[in-house]
C-alpha cells in the first residue's frame, strides 16, 4: 500500500525552518541568557531528524551532501584551534578575550572568541548526532 | 496564605493541570492500544508546557521561555516518529518510493 505523506511533508518544509532559526537563536543567546552551543546544535540536529521522517534517507542525502562526521571533526578543530591561538598572545591555553566592536547594522555588539570555541561544540554535537542517527536508520 | 489574588489563580490552575495530567497518566498505563498511549504522553507533554509558563510567571523570571518553545518541538517530533513506527514499522526509511 502506498502511503501519502502531503500534510506531513509540508508541515516539515515550514516547520524545520522555524526550528533552524530557534537553534541559531539558542546559539547566539548562549552568552547572556540560557542557551548555548549543545542545546543549539541538538535542536539544529533535531530539526534535519524531522526532515529524514517526513521525508527519507536519499532525499536528505541529496539535500545535505556533506559526511557529517567531517563536521564534527570540524568542529573539534575549531574549538581547539581557539585555545591555542590563545599561546600566540603569551597568555595560558584557552584563556578568552572579548571586546565592544561598532557594527554595520547591530550596532555595538560585545564580541567575544567564546562565540567561537561556542561554534565547535555546536558543530561537533550536530555531527554527532546526525552521524548516529544516520548510522541507525541505514543498518537493514 | 497566597499573597496575591494572581498567585491564588496561578496555583487553582496548577492544581487543575496536576489533576489533567494525572488523568493522563491513567491512559498510558491502562489504554488499550499504543496509539492510545501515544496521544497520551503527547498531551502530557502539552500539559508539562502550560506548568512551566505558570511556574514562569510564579517564579517571576523570564529565563524558562525557551523550556516552552523546546518541550514543543520535542514533543512533535517524538509523536511524529512513534506514529511513524506505528504505520510503516519503521522510522527512517531508505527510500520511500518503494
Avoid: C, W
Avoid at chain 1, 524545520?16 to 552568552?31: K, T
Avoid at chain 1, 575549531?78 to 547594522?105: K, Q
Wanted: no cysteine; aromatic share 10%; proline share 3%.
Amino acid at each position: 500500500m502506498k502511503v501519502n505523506d502531503m500534510i506531513l511533508q509540508t508541515v516539515t518544509t515550514l516547520l524545520s525552518f522555524i526550528i533552524l532559526i530557534f537553534s541559531v537563536y539558542l546559539f547566539f543567546a548562549g552568552h547572556y541568557t540560557p542557551g548555548g552551543g549543545f542545546i543549539g546544535g541538538l535542536m539544529t540536529s533535531s530539526a534535519l531528524v524531522l526532515i529524514l521522517l517526513a521525508f527519507d534517507l536519499k532525499t536528505f542525502k541529496k539535500i545535505f551532501p556533506i559526511n557529517f562526521l567531517t563536521v564534527a571533526a570540524t568542529g573539534l578543530l575549531i574549538s581547539i584551534l581557539t585555545g591555542v591561538a590563545a599561546l600566540f598572545f603569551d597568555v595560558p591555553y584557552l584563556t578568552h578575550t572579548f571586546d565592544y566592536v561598532e557594527l554595520p547594522i547591530l550596532g555595538e555588539t560585545a564580541l567575544t572568541s567564546t562565540l567561537i570555541f561556542d561554534l565547535g561544540v555546536y558543530l561537533v554535537v550536530v555531527g554527532v548526532a546526525m552521524t548516529i542517527i544516520q548510522t541507525i536508520g541505514e543498518s537493514e | 496564605m497566597f499573597s496575591s489574588p494572581l498567585e491564588t489563580l496561578l496555583t487553582i490552575s496548577l492544581f487543575i493541570i496536576s489533576v489533567a495530567t494525572l488523568g493522563l497518566v491513567y491512559r498510558v498505563i491502562k489504554g488499550p492500544s499504543v496509539p492510545d498511549r501515544v496521544m497520551a504522553l503527547d498531551s502530557i507533554g502539552i500539559n508539562l508546557i502550560a506548568i512551566t509558563a505558570i511556574m514562569s510567571i510564579m517564579l517571576n523570571t523570564d529565563a524558562f521561555l525557551e523550556v516552552i518553545l523546546l518541550i514543543g518541538v520535542i514533543a512533535f517530533i517524538g509523536t511524529v516518529a512513534f506514529s511513524k513506527f506505528l504505520q510503516k514499522g519503521e522510522i527512517i526509511e531508505y527510500d520511500r518510493d518503494n
